[in-house]
Protein backbone atom coordinates (compact mmCIF):
# COMPACT_ATOMS: atom_id res chain seq x y z
CA UNK A 1 0.00 0.00 0.00
CA UNK A 2 0.93 3.54 -0.77
CA UNK A 3 1.31 5.77 2.30
CA UNK A 4 1.37 9.58 2.27
CA UNK A 5 2.89 12.21 4.48
CA UNK A 6 1.39 15.09 4.47
CA UNK A 7 2.61 18.26 6.33
CA UNK A 8 1.98 20.66 8.31
CA UNK A 9 -0.91 19.09 9.95
CA UNK A 10 -1.48 22.49 10.57
CA UNK A 11 -1.12 26.07 9.76
CA UNK A 12 -1.91 29.24 10.72
CA UNK A 13 -2.02 32.66 7.92
CA UNK A 14 -2.69 36.04 7.76
CA UNK A 15 -4.81 36.94 5.11
CA UNK A 16 -2.76 37.71 1.57
CA UNK A 17 0.04 35.04 2.75
CA UNK A 18 1.41 32.37 0.88
CA UNK A 19 1.35 28.77 2.40
CA UNK A 20 2.79 26.10 1.18
CA UNK A 21 1.46 22.08 2.28
CA UNK A 22 3.31 19.43 1.32
CA UNK A 23 2.89 15.25 0.70
CA UNK A 24 5.32 12.98 0.44
CA UNK A 25 4.36 9.52 -0.95
CA UNK A 26 6.05 5.92 0.49
CA UNK A 27 6.80 5.42 -3.75
CA UNK A 28 6.96 7.01 -7.03
CA UNK A 29 3.11 7.78 -7.74
CA UNK A 30 4.03 9.19 -11.37
CA UNK A 31 2.35 12.71 -10.59
CA UNK A 32 -0.70 10.98 -10.10
CA UNK A 33 -1.92 13.50 -7.11
CA UNK A 34 -4.93 15.25 -6.36
CA UNK A 35 -5.91 18.03 -4.23
CA UNK A 36 -9.02 18.98 -2.16
CA UNK A 37 -10.50 21.12 0.01
CA UNK A 38 -12.77 20.75 2.68
CA UNK A 39 -15.34 23.19 4.69
CA UNK A 40 -16.99 21.61 7.76
CA UNK A 41 -19.91 19.73 7.33
CA UNK A 42 -19.19 19.76 3.78
CA UNK A 43 -18.20 16.94 1.16
CA UNK A 44 -14.53 17.57 -0.05
CA UNK A 45 -13.86 19.75 -3.33
CA UNK A 46 -11.42 18.88 -5.89
CA UNK A 47 -9.18 21.50 -6.61
CA UNK A 48 -6.30 20.04 -8.73
CA UNK A 49 -5.33 17.08 -10.40
CA UNK A 50 -2.84 14.98 -11.94
CA UNK A 51 -0.09 17.41 -9.46
CA UNK A 52 -0.64 20.81 -11.23
CA UNK A 53 -3.70 20.72 -13.58
CA UNK A 54 -6.83 23.39 -11.64
CA UNK A 55 -9.78 21.87 -12.05
CA UNK A 56 -12.72 24.14 -13.63
CA UNK A 57 -13.49 26.99 -10.90
CA UNK A 58 -10.32 26.60 -9.09
CA UNK A 59 -8.79 30.09 -8.26
CA UNK A 60 -5.18 30.76 -9.82
CA UNK A 61 -4.02 31.57 -6.49
CA UNK A 62 -3.74 27.95 -5.98
CA UNK A 63 -1.27 25.82 -7.93
CA UNK A 64 0.57 22.46 -7.43
CA UNK A 65 3.79 20.89 -8.36
CA UNK A 66 6.27 18.21 -7.77
CA UNK A 67 7.01 14.83 -9.28
CA UNK A 68 8.07 11.33 -8.28
CA UNK A 69 7.67 11.24 -3.99
CA UNK A 70 7.36 14.92 -3.75
CA UNK A 71 4.85 17.10 -4.27
CA UNK A 72 3.53 20.44 -2.72
CA UNK A 73 0.31 22.92 -2.71
CA UNK A 74 0.30 26.87 -2.34
CA UNK A 75 -2.17 29.10 -1.89
CA UNK A 76 -0.45 32.28 -2.76
CA UNK A 77 -2.63 35.60 -1.18
CA UNK A 78 -4.64 33.92 1.17
CA UNK A 79 -8.20 34.93 1.31
CA UNK A 80 -10.76 34.08 4.25
CA UNK A 81 -12.78 31.56 2.04
CA UNK A 82 -9.85 29.52 1.98
CA UNK A 83 -9.72 29.16 5.45
CA UNK A 84 -10.13 25.21 5.19
CA UNK A 85 -8.80 21.69 5.84
CA UNK A 86 -6.71 19.89 2.76
CA UNK A 87 -5.99 16.60 1.62
CA UNK A 88 -3.56 14.94 -0.92
CA UNK A 89 -4.95 12.26 -2.89
CA UNK A 90 -2.70 10.14 -4.19
CA UNK A 91 -4.32 7.49 -7.50
CA UNK A 92 -1.25 5.93 -8.70
CA UNK A 93 -2.46 2.88 -7.47
CA UNK A 94 -5.69 2.50 -5.97
CA UNK A 95 -6.28 5.43 -3.53
CA UNK A 96 -4.42 6.70 -0.41
CA UNK A 97 -5.16 10.59 1.53
CA UNK A 98 -2.60 12.10 2.83
CA UNK A 99 -3.44 13.24 6.74
CA UNK A 100 -4.51 16.70 5.80
CA UNK A 101 -4.12 20.22 6.73
CA UNK A 102 -5.93 22.98 8.96
CA UNK A 103 -5.60 26.16 7.52
CA UNK A 104 -6.42 28.62 10.12
CA UNK A 105 -6.10 32.46 10.27
CA UNK A 106 -3.37 34.25 12.42
CA UNK B 1 -25.68 16.51 -13.92
CA UNK B 2 -24.17 14.60 -11.80
CA UNK B 3 -25.27 13.65 -8.02
CA UNK B 4 -24.65 10.85 -5.56
CA UNK B 5 -26.59 10.67 -2.79
CA UNK B 6 -25.86 8.08 0.90
CA UNK B 7 -28.10 6.62 3.09
CA UNK B 8 -28.56 4.70 5.92
CA UNK B 9 -29.49 4.27 9.26
CA UNK B 10 -27.67 6.99 11.54
CA UNK B 11 -27.19 4.90 14.50
CA UNK B 12 -25.37 0.71 14.58
CA UNK B 13 -25.23 -1.39 17.66
CA UNK B 14 -21.36 -2.35 17.70
CA UNK B 15 -20.67 -6.09 16.86
CA UNK B 16 -23.69 -5.33 13.89
CA UNK B 17 -23.16 -4.46 10.24
CA UNK B 18 -23.63 -1.39 8.57
CA UNK B 19 -25.50 -1.15 5.26
CA UNK B 20 -25.24 2.26 2.81
CA UNK B 21 -26.36 2.59 -0.07
CA UNK B 22 -25.18 5.66 -2.63
CA UNK B 23 -27.85 6.14 -5.74
CA UNK B 24 -26.45 8.07 -8.05
CA UNK B 25 -27.49 9.95 -11.23
CA UNK B 26 -26.20 12.06 -14.10
CA UNK B 27 -23.94 9.16 -14.98
CA UNK B 28 -23.98 5.43 -15.18
CA UNK B 29 -22.19 3.16 -12.07
CA UNK B 30 -20.78 0.81 -15.71
CA UNK B 31 -19.47 4.04 -16.95
CA UNK B 32 -16.94 4.73 -13.67
CA UNK B 33 -15.98 3.70 -10.91
CA UNK B 34 -17.41 4.45 -7.38
CA UNK B 35 -15.85 4.54 -4.17
CA UNK B 36 -16.21 4.82 -0.26
CA UNK B 37 -14.57 7.48 1.90
CA UNK B 38 -14.91 7.75 5.03
CA UNK B 39 -14.16 10.41 8.25
CA UNK B 40 -14.24 9.95 11.44
CA UNK B 41 -15.52 13.37 13.74
CA UNK B 42 -12.39 15.50 13.26
CA UNK B 43 -10.33 13.30 11.71
CA UNK B 44 -9.32 13.04 8.18
CA UNK B 45 -10.51 11.22 5.11
CA UNK B 46 -9.78 7.08 4.67
CA UNK B 47 -10.67 5.47 1.01
CA UNK B 48 -12.87 2.25 2.07
CA UNK B 49 -12.98 0.44 -0.98
CA UNK B 50 -14.33 0.55 -4.77
CA UNK B 51 -16.39 -0.86 -7.03
CA UNK B 52 -15.09 -0.69 -10.69
CA UNK B 53 -17.34 -0.06 -13.68
CA UNK B 54 -16.81 -3.88 -14.66
CA UNK B 55 -18.38 -4.59 -11.54
CA UNK B 56 -14.83 -6.29 -9.70
CA UNK B 57 -14.37 -4.73 -6.21
CA UNK B 58 -10.85 -3.69 -4.30
CA UNK B 59 -10.53 -2.49 -0.60
CA UNK B 60 -8.69 -1.13 1.85
CA UNK B 61 -5.97 -3.81 3.27
CA UNK B 62 -6.81 -2.42 7.03
CA UNK B 63 -10.94 -3.11 6.02
CA UNK B 64 -11.12 -5.88 3.92
CA UNK B 65 -11.76 -8.79 6.24
CA UNK B 66 -15.18 -6.59 7.16
CA UNK B 67 -16.00 -5.15 3.84
CA UNK B 68 -17.59 -5.94 1.09
CA UNK B 69 -19.42 -3.30 -1.83
CA UNK B 70 -21.97 -4.25 -4.48
CA UNK B 71 -24.15 -2.81 -6.92
CA UNK B 72 -27.69 -2.41 -8.54
CA UNK B 73 -27.24 -1.22 -12.37
CA UNK B 74 -30.34 -1.26 -12.92
CA UNK B 75 -31.16 1.44 -10.25
CA UNK B 76 -27.75 3.08 -10.42
CA UNK B 77 -26.87 1.91 -7.44
CA UNK B 78 -24.00 1.33 -5.23
CA UNK B 79 -23.96 -0.93 -1.43
CA UNK B 80 -21.37 -0.80 0.88
CA UNK B 81 -21.33 -3.53 3.81
CA UNK B 82 -18.72 -3.18 6.92
CA UNK B 83 -19.71 -6.26 9.48
CA UNK B 84 -18.09 -6.18 12.69
CA UNK B 85 -18.59 -2.37 14.07
CA UNK B 86 -16.75 -1.08 16.79
CA UNK B 87 -17.26 2.90 17.63
CA UNK B 88 -14.25 3.90 15.62
CA UNK B 89 -16.17 3.44 12.84
CA UNK B 90 -18.08 6.17 13.73
CA UNK B 91 -17.90 8.58 11.15
CA UNK B 92 -19.20 10.44 7.78
CA UNK B 93 -19.33 7.47 5.23
CA UNK B 94 -19.06 9.82 1.32
CA UNK B 95 -19.41 7.72 -2.08
CA UNK B 96 -17.75 9.82 -4.82
CA UNK B 97 -17.39 8.79 -8.60
CA UNK B 98 -14.13 8.02 -9.99
CA UNK B 99 -12.31 9.05 -13.33
CA UNK B 100 -11.16 6.89 -16.02
CA UNK B 101 -8.56 4.76 -15.17
CA UNK B 102 -7.52 4.39 -11.87
CA UNK B 103 -8.72 7.99 -11.42
CA UNK B 104 -9.06 10.80 -9.04
CA UNK B 105 -12.69 11.36 -7.49
CA UNK B 106 -14.45 14.57 -9.50
CA UNK B 107 -18.02 14.10 -7.38
CA UNK B 108 -19.07 13.36 -4.12
CA UNK B 109 -22.36 13.05 -2.50
CA UNK B 110 -22.98 15.36 0.87
CA UNK B 111 -22.26 12.04 3.57
CA UNK B 112 -23.92 9.89 6.30
CA UNK B 113 -23.42 10.49 9.83
CA UNK B 114 -22.76 6.80 11.25
CA UNK B 115 -22.80 6.37 14.60
CA UNK B 116 -21.75 3.30 16.00
CA UNK B 117 -23.17 2.86 19.91
CA UNK B 118 -25.47 0.77 22.22
Known amino acids: DIQMTQSPPSLSASLGDKVTITCQAS??????IAWYQQKPGKAPRLLIR???TLESGTPSRFSGSGSGRDYSFSISNVESEDIASYYC????????FGGGTKLELK | QVRLKESGPRLVQPSQTLSVTCTVS????????VSWVRQPPGKGLEWVGA???????DYNSALKSRLSISRDTSKNQVFLKMNSLQTDDTGTYYC????????????WGQGVMVTVSS
Open chain 2, 26 to 33: GFSVTSYH
Open chain 2, 96 to 107: AKGTGGWGYFDY
Open chain 1, 50 to 52: YTS
Open chain 1, 89 to 96: LQYDNLWT
Open chain 1, 27 to 32: QNINKY
Open chain 2, 51 to 57: IWKGGST
